[in-house]
């Protein structure tokens, strides 16, 4: 039994076909520039690479691909499932849901907590529901896992009417990932998830930090948006809330404008004056380029700082887990995040460690000091995991939506 899984973005549609039990893929692939006329899909197929042009440039047309792809490969009849990437299911969702119209307009309402990604999100939805008409879709949540953080960690400390009225509070968001890895890293150490503390980090273009106490998070650097926490790609992270007025009146910006230059010009970016990207940032701080080193020392100095005030969320820590672009590749950053963890008894081994990249994973500690592991993050197999887990709750009379 396969299952469709979907990421729709406002131009584009990551899509993958899993087996849940087996973790096989039977296509993969990106629909890219939807909504320009050069639009195009590429299908990742058993057989090799292929790209087709969508001129109409619309979900509709990425899906016919999708669909037409599943004929070539005889699979379509054994798709039992459509399961998506929602990024904002606000403190209604804890848990993944079956789309129904009701939950729908739960995510619709959600909008105003994510007015870039889940306007994106319900059209792919409707456009898969058009497009897959028999078969059950299931929303799997961004957010949703990180609903079991208590409120002494996801309340801001600022007037009750904005929570109460807003919905102003910490949601935190890569849930999907810290989740997988969490539970990946409880069968690598060999010991229950119920049992462990974790800190996990996934580091890709966004990064954030959670703090995972019994396989549930308990704090996460991320928070109302995804702009709170640690140096990224393009994100500032944490900066003072005062920022805003003063750069604003300093030079003249809107208040859009500076919160579109902490999302898109900041970051690894803005410290660097050169590169969004680690891997060229590490090159070029190797050549002497003093941006680059600042930004990747930075980079370090933020996360270990976060990964640090994790082990208040959790009182003990039982292992350092990093994922994402850069925690699967990076050696050169998780050793000095290592280094720095140094007040937690962390340590790096600097061969188990070297080795770690390019898909490898597994402990890159020493022996004897607290556990730290690489783990791939497999975001797709954890929403098909999930819609399967729905459907089966459903099977089973349970039903529940939230
Ligand atoms: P996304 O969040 O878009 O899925 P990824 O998880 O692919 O992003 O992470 C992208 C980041 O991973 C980039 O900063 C990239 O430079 C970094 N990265 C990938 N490979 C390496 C490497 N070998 N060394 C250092 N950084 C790497």
């Known amino acids: 039994m396969w299952t469709l899984v979907l990421n729709c973005g406002s131009s584009s549609v990551k899509f993958a076909l899993l087996d849940v039990r087996s973790g096989a893929v039977g296509l993969s692939g ?5 909504g320009s006329g050069d639009a195009s899909a590429r299908l990742d197929l058993p057989g090799g690479r292929r790209s087709v042009a969508l001129p109409g440039g619309t979900y509709a047309e990425a899906f016919a691909v999708i669909a037409g792809a599943l004929d070539e490969l005889g699979v379509r009849g054994d798709v039992g499932a459509v399961g998506h990437r929602v990024v904002h299911g606000g403190e209604r969702f804890s848990v993944p849901a ?25 059209a792919g939805i409707e456009a898969a ?5 028999h078969l059950p879709q299931v929303a799997v949540f961004d957010t949703a896992f990180h609903q079991s953080m208590p409120e002494v960690a996801f309340r801001y400390a600022v007037p009750e009417a904005w929570y109460r009225q807003h919905g102003v509070r ?9 989740a997988f890895v969490a539970a990946e890293a409880a069968q690598v150490l060999g010991r229950p998830l119920e049992d462990l503390n974790l800190v996990t ?17 308990v704090d996460t650097s991320m928070g109302l948006t995804p702009l709170e926490g640690l140096v990224m790609g393009t994100r500032s992270g944490d900066v003072d809330p005062g920022l805003h007025d003063f750069i604003a009146r300093q030079a003249g910006l809107s208040l859009s404008e500076v919160t579109a230059a902490l999302n898109r010009e900041s970051g690894l970016l803005g410290l660097s004056g050169l590169s969004n990207d680690m891997r060229e940032l590490e090159e070029a701080a190797a050549r002497g380029h003093a941006g680059a080193r600042l930004a990747v020392e930075a980079f370090v100095y933020r996360l270990a700082k976060q990964m640090a005030g994790m082990a208040v969320a959790l009182g003990r820590v039982d292992a350092l887990v990093f994922t994402g672009g850069i925690g699967e590749n990076s050696a050169a950053v998780r050793g ?11 340590a790096v081994d600097p061969a188990l460690n070297a080795r770690a990249v390019r898909g490898e994973s597994g402990r890159i500690s020493p022996e004897g000091s607290p556990p730290a592991l690489v783990i791939n993050t497999n975001e797709e197999l954890m929403i098909a995991r999930q819609t399967q887990d729905v459907l ?5 009379g349970q039903g529940g939506t939230a």
């Open 30 to 34: 990106l629909a890219e520039r939807l």
């Open 98 to 122: 079956l789309i129904t119209p009701e939950v729908l307009d739960a995510v619709r309402a959600c909008v105003p907590l994510a007015p870039l990604h889940n306007p994106a999100n319900i």
């Open 129 to 133: 529901r058009a497009a897959f008409p």
């Open 170 to 178: 910490r949601y935190g968001f890569h849930g999907t990932s810290h």
């Open 201 to 217: 980090a996934h580091l890709g273009n966004g990064c954030s930090v959670c703090a995972v106490a019994g396989g549930r998070s």
């Open 336 to 346: 000095a995040v290592l280094a720095r963890l140094g007040v937690l008894g962390a």
């Open 392 to 396: 089966a709750g459903q099977a089973q």
